[in-house]
């Protein structure tokens, strides 16, 4: 490998299609970087000779305020992005972890989904157009500023979740929701054989929280006291009017649960829930892994108990965030060390494969991550895929070996 | 010959080659074609790998059809070859309502796939005019919209995974769930050139707990797009804002008695579904709005029987124009809401120019323009008239910073107006993914892609 430390950063989407060009001549491989927030997901590339960052591509393009859309740069922090738009009363349901570095390309490319998306859709269901740079240096348009096209394929789509093994998404066009009026948090400690029937009655509500967890460990990164089965969060947006009969619904669900005590935070509760979306891909230093894998929900709780117990067979500590709305497990291993994780990460990693064959590593900085089965089973139209990137990159010159499958 | 290894592979009854059967299949609602050489009726996905693989061998090309309802021509084969009709794969094979989801053949008619899962609380969210006879594998084709589509999204926001056979007859299966590409949403809205779906999966949403339905009614047009803009700006989120201008109101109304004015130069048409704690709210604020931009009226339909001849009336419009002209012809085009004025400014002044009666029916809240230019076909004179307004509006469109298609699609009528939205790089960009799902160009070819690029520029593999 040569020098890693080869750095470029562009500073006009221009600018970056002519780097990429020359490497894709003269056959150097490019590392895509955006806010270095979710390089815990995928393989570590398997050659790499230039490190590409987008973080100088920053800012607003266009911001049309009266027709909610926005255009933005890739390298522009979903932070910043997000502190602008919530001064005009809108938001991007982006909920990554990290946003202060986390980028909007970086976001995009990793196909990241957080925890609202039942309510309000993926990123990829905001996004209205993009312009990306093909390895031969092309910068490519796909869609536009309108809320509704169907000119062409939906190549922005397609791009979204492609962790830049197609090309370099350099910016993105957005039309952007109402911010909800007014957001509350629950929290509660759930006492013995309390679990179950909390992630049943939270999923069954009317009223559909924007995000609902139980979380068991992740002391101090995620609010609030495990009681014996861990602890729920549930997240409320809406009006005034609906915010009042949710709370009832909610208590009275949960109460029903046999939970006796909840606590409500209606300052801070933005906060709190993003230290949740935060600890998905928090590391423990070098002794620790997170896995994440997408059962139905109905299904999650019981899948969820069946990684921690399995983890706890192994010795090892288990953190989890199961997402009681959209199904979706966080389960984090961590040990002593990085040494003693390292000695049986990789028979856990099989084991847990066993029973969830799908499940992804989304964080780790132990050494050992790159022998484990990252991307879990590969998906069904894998040939297609490995065609789609020969056709887009054929000298693999973008993030060569980062993707599922190897491509 | 093609004719007898089809029918070999699939029996005789699946097979059409009768010169009045075929010349039913050389139409959509937009474009008269010519007749495919051969309509083939698969029960099976397995009947459609056999059908792939024989045009593959014949060098035929093949398109795919539900029930042919497209307005560009994106079903109507452009030279002979094969059609597969979707009408024998129409049964919804699951409803998985504990996890709002059902798994369709192509063949399922939109409406009959709301009206089944009604019962367990649930419905699909696209509903195009043409729901009550148009498919889901058509909707999925043309990635569809419709008035709801404002707060459900269109048609690739509903797909969960696909069961397709591409280009050489083998089946594959995609999901939004799978790790890697996002196959799914390149497949929907392809317009059957990048695979054929044989099943899907679709998401299924809960049936609202409270609907209310209003009508305003404006002296002027210019003053009804700005107060849509004014109700998505103010941050609600009505589930459909739809205006209709007189001509198409009184159409409508001589057809349907539907409720709507018939003196007011534009009725907004607002839906908000949710929950019944914030409909008074919402109904209030939104007065407010359309009162400040000078409603007229307002009307609030106060019966779920008032609702459905609301929306009868809307989905019907186009239909309703056969009073004014024989003939319509529906241009579909997208721009930035707020451009809403100048986008209707341009049609009226298309339609002056070329002496065409107008008639605008739209999804206001997503800047999505359909103004209907009614003539009569028998006369060539009228039919010029008609192109030449309609490129003149889609033309404006595109200077307003629009789209050449919201939701009917591109098919073989716009495929040369590609060029005006995109640059030979852009759209050879799309060209790759069809280079890899079928690089025959045996789908469907001669749609989507303009002339120039429409041929592979590599080699199939």
Not at chain 2, 37 to 47: G, H, N, S, W
Not at chain 2, 223 to 238: D, N
Not at chain 2, 340 to 354: G, M, Y
Request: hydrophobic share 45%.
């Amino acid at each position: 490998m040569k020098d890693p430390a080869h750095r470029v950063e562009p500073k006009t989407p221009e600018e970056l299609a002519a780097v990429v060009a020359r490497c894709d001549a003269t056959e150097r491989k490019i590392l895509i970087l955006g806010g270095n927030t979710l390089t815990g997901m995928g393989l570590p590339p398997e050659r790499l000779d230039v490190t590409l960052l987008t973080t100088a591509l920053r800012g607003v393009v266009a911001n049309e305020r009266a027709d909610l859309t926005l255009a933005v740069l890739a390298g522009t922090p979903l932070a910043d992005l997000a502190s602008l738009l919530a001064g005009q009363g809108r938001f991007i349901p982006f909920d990554a972890p990290r946003p202060q570095y986390a980028t909007v390309g970086g976001t995009l490319a990793a196909g990241w989904l957080g925890p609202r998306r039942h309510l309000h859709g993926r990123p990829r269901d905001c996004l209205l157009g993009t312009t990306i740079a093909l390895a031969d240096g092309t910068l490519a348009r796909a869609g536009g500023m309108v809320v509704k096209n169907v000119a062409g394929y939906d190549m922005s789509r397609l791009y979204t979740g492609s962790f830049g093994t197609l090309g370099v998404i350099v910016q993105a066009n957005f039309k952007t929701l109402a911010a909800p009026p007014q957001t509350r948090l629950f929290l509660a400690r759930l006492p013995e054989r309390t679990r179950s029937r909390v992630c049943a009655q939270l999923a069954a509500l009317a009223i559909q929280p924007a995000a609902a967890f139980w979380v068991e460990g992740f002391r101090n990164a995620i609010d609030g006291e495990d009681g014996v089965e861990g602890r729920i969060l549930a997240l409320l947006e809406g009006s005034d009017a609906l915010l009042e009969r949710a709370t009832r619904d909610l208590r009275s669900a949960i109460g029903r649960a046999g939970v006796p005590e909840t606590q409500v935070l209606d300052v801070g509760a933005r906060e709190a829930f993003e230290r949740v979306v935060d600890a998905y891909v928090a590391t423990v230093g070098q002794r620790s892994v997170t896995y994440r894998f997408y059962p139905f929900a109905p299904e999650a709780e019981r899948r969820a108990r069946a990684v921690r117990a399995l983890a706890q067979r192994f010795e090892l500590k288990a953190d989890t965030i199961l997402d009681v709305m959209n199904g979706d497990v966080v389960l984090r291993v961590s040990d002593a060390n990085a040494a003693a994780l390292g000695a049986k990460i990789e028979i856990f990693d099989d084991a847990l494969h066993e029973i969830e064959p799908r499940a992804q590593v989304v964080a780790s900085q132990n050494a050992k991550r790159a022998s484990l089965r990252v991307w879990g089973e590969p998906p069904e139209a894998i040939e297609q895929m490995r065609a789609l990137k020969r056709r887009f990159d054929p000298n693999r010159t973008f993030n060569p070996g980062r993707f599922v499958g190897g491509i | 010959m093609l004719a007898q290894r089809l029918a070999g592979a699939l029996g005789s009854d699946a097979v059409k080659t009768s010169p009045e059967d075929l010349s039913v299949y050389a139409f959509d609602a937009y474009a008269d074609g010519a007749p495919p050489a051969a309509v083939v009726l698969p029960k099976t996905t397995a009947d459609v790998c056999a059908i792939v693989k024989i045009a593959r061998e014949c060098n035929e090309p093949i398109v795919a059809r539900g029930a042919g309802t497209g307005l560009c021509g994106g079903a109507v084969p452009a030279a002979g070859g094969i059609v597969v009709s979707f009408a024998r794969m129409n049964r919804i094979l699951e409803l998985d309502a504990p996890n709002r989801r059902a798994h369709v053949q192509p063949g399922v008619i939109n409406f009959d796939l709301s009206r089944h899962v009604a019962s367990s609380g649930l419905f699909y969210g696209p509903d195009p005019s043409s729901q009550r006879i148009s498919t889901i594998g058509g909707n999925i084709a043309t990635n569809a919209g419709g008035p709801h589509c404002l707060s459900y999204g269109t048609t690739v926001n509903h797909v969960l995974a696909l069961e397709v056979v591409d280009g050489e007859g083998d089946v594959f299966v995609t999901s939004i769930d799978d790790a890697g590409y996002d196959l799914t949403a390149a497949l929907v809205g392809s317009e059957g050139t990048l695979g054929i779906v044989t099943g899907a999966w679709v998401r299924l949403l809960d049936l609202p707990e409270a609907t209310r339905v209003w009508v305003a009614a404006f002296d002027d047009m210019e003053s009804a797009t700005e107060a849509v803009s004014a109700i998505v700006a103010a941050g609600m989120v009505p589930t459909a804002l739809e205006i209709m201008d007189a001509v198409i109101t009184q159409a409508v109304e001589a057809a349907f008695h539907a409720g709507y004015p018939t003196d007011a130069a534009a009725s907004l048409l607002i839906e908000s579904a949710g929950f019944e704690d914030d409909m008074d709210g919402c109904e209030a604020a939104m007065r407010t709005i359309v009162t400040a931009y000078g409603a007229s009226s307002w009307r609030s339909a106060r019966t779920q029987a008032e609702r459905d001849a609301l929306w009868a009336g809307r989905k019907g419009a186009a239909g309703a124009t056969g009073r004014i002209a024989p003939n319509y012809y529906t241009q579909d085009v997208c721009v930035p809401r707020s451009r809403l004025p100048q986008a209707l400014r341009a049609v009226a002044a298309a339609a002056a120019e070329n002496r065409i009666v107008v008639g605008n029916v739209f999804h206001a809240g997503d800047g999505n323009l359909h103004p209907l230019l009614m003539y009569d076909k028998r006369d060539p004179k009228a039919v010029a008239a008609v192109v030449e307004t309609g490129n003149a509006i889609l033309q404006s469109a595109v200077d307003l910073g629009g789209t050449i298609s919201g939701e009917h699609g591109i098919g073989s009528e716009k495929r040369e107006a590609m060029t005006r939205i995109y640059s030979a790089g852009d759209l050879a960009t799309m060209a790759r993914v069809r280079d890899v799902f079928d690089p025959s160009r045996s789908l469907n070819p001669d749609k989507i892609f303009p002339r120039a690029i429409q041929s592979p520029d590599v080699p199939p593999a």
